[in-house]
């Protein structure tokens, strides 16, 4: 029976899209799941572009008892994911999960996009992910074991009016998750995507900033798209993490995991 008290103890995590983890303020999924793993005995390495609440998040952690440091990371650039990867093996020796889940959006139509936005979303979203596999696995292998975890989104799935560029690029990172899993599933090494929906986060925030200072008439009409009757919030996020980042999911790769309070199964407005 497996110990539910340290659901991760003693396994060394990478996660990019870390920063936004300070207590007191409202969390990125990075962030709130690094201090989650940490609390549950993983040693968490965290990236971002973000230094100063980086750096916070993970002195935060190490306050709480828990093992962190933090390096920055642009997940665009393969010589941050090199010196990263490295970082994590010489403080902690190994390497057993990994966390995509930096990102950025960038809103509009197809005839609105300009090759800029649409570069930055594929960077961000499909390269980005890319590296970051390209670069873990190889000390996965070491262990024969390993857990890839690749944030997504709905938008990835089912296709978003709000940005073509991002939707496109989180299709992008859905099948590059089913992808790898397929060519690492005989080494023990699993990868699976996450899907967020409507979620209160620091990204979301600064989107509807953007919408509504466009738009001073504007409604939020989200909570009306989904059945639970709420936003979800970073731990909901946090605690798929922690689940598939330990040893309860062993027989689960290539899977996509939606979390968006029943919107999908509602079907999305028109």
């Given at each position: 029976?497996i110990d539910q008290a340290?659901?991760?103890?003693?396994?060394?995590?990478?996660?990019?899209?870390?920063?936004?983890?300070?207590?007191?303020?409202?969390?990125?999924?990075?962030?709130?799941?690094?201090?989650?793993?940490?609390?549950?005995?993983?040693?968490?390495?965290?990236?971002?572009?973000?230094?100063?609440?980086?750096?916070?998040?993970?002195?935060?952690?190490?306050?709480?008892?828990?093992?962190?440091?933090?390096?920055?990371?642009?997940?665009?650039?393969?010589?941050?994911?090199?010196?990263?990867?490295?970082?994590?093996?010489?403080?902690f020796g190994r390497l057993?999960?990994?966390?995509?889940?930096?990102?950025?959006?960038?809103?509009?139509?197809?005839?609105?996009?300009?090759?800029?936005?649409?570069?930055?979303?594929?960077?961000?979203?499909?390269?980005?992910?890319?590296?970051?596999?390209?670069?873990?696995?190889?000390?996965?292998?070491?262990?024969?074991?390993?857990?890839?975890?690749?944030?997504?989104?709905?938008?990835?799935?089912?296709?978003?009016?709000?940005?073509?560029?991002?939707?496109?690029?989180?299709?992008?990172?859905?099948?590059?998750?089913?992808?790898?899993?397929?060519?690492?599933?005989?080494?023990?090494?699993?990868?699976?995507?996450?899907?967020?929906?409507?979620?209160?986060?620091?990204?979301?925030?600064?989107?509807?900033?953007?919408?509504?200072?466009?738009?001073?008439?504007?409604?939020?009409?989200?909570?009306?798209?989904?059945?639970?009757?709420?936003?979800?919030?970073?731990?909901?996020?946090?605690?798929?993490?922690?689940?598939?980042?330990?040893?309860?999911?062993?027989?689960?790769?290539?899977?996509?995991?939606?979390?968006?309070?029943?919107?999908?199964?509602?079907?999305?407005?028109?």
């Amino acid at each position: 029976m497996i110990d539910q008290a340290k659901r991760v103890q003693g396994k060394v995590a990478l996660i990019s899209g870390a920063a936004q983890g300070v207590s007191g303020k409202v969390m990125g999924f990075g962030g709130a799941s690094a201090r989650l793993l940490a609390e549950h005995g993983a040693s968490v390495m965290l990236g971002d572009i973000d230094v100063d609440n980086g750096e916070k998040t993970a002195a935060e952690i190490r306050e709480m008892g828990g093992k962190a440091e933090f390096i920055k990371l642009d997940v665009t650039l393969e010589r941050d994911w090199i010196e990263a990867v490295n970082k994590t093996i010489v403080n902690f020796g190994r390497l057993d999960i990994l966390v995509s889940s930096a990102g950025t959006t960038a809103p509009g139509s197809v005839d609105g996009t300009t090759v800029e936005m649409w570069n930055s979303q594929m960077d961000m979203h499909g390269k980005g992910c890319m590296l970051g596999i390209k670069h873990v696995v190889p000390q996965m292998r070491k262990n024969n074991s390993g857990s890839i975890i690749n944030m997504s989104s709905t938008d990835g799935i089912v296709g978003g009016g709000f940005s073509a560029s991002y939707a496109a690029a989180k299709g992008a990172n859905r099948l590059l998750t089913k992808t790898a899993a397929l060519q690492y599933a005989s080494e023990g090494i699993r990868v699976n995507s996450l899907h967020p929906g409507e979620l209160d986060t620091p990204l979301a925030r600064s989107a509807m900033e953007d919408i509504v200072d466009n738009d001073p008439d504007f409604q939020d009409p989200r909570l009306n798209w989904i059945p639970l009757g709420r936003l979800g919030t970073a731990i909901d996020v946090a605690n798929l993490v922690l689940y598939l980042a330990s040893d309860e999911s062993t027989y689960v790769t290539g899977s996509e995991f939606v979390i968006d309070g029943g919107m999908l199964a509602k079907g999305l407005p028109g």
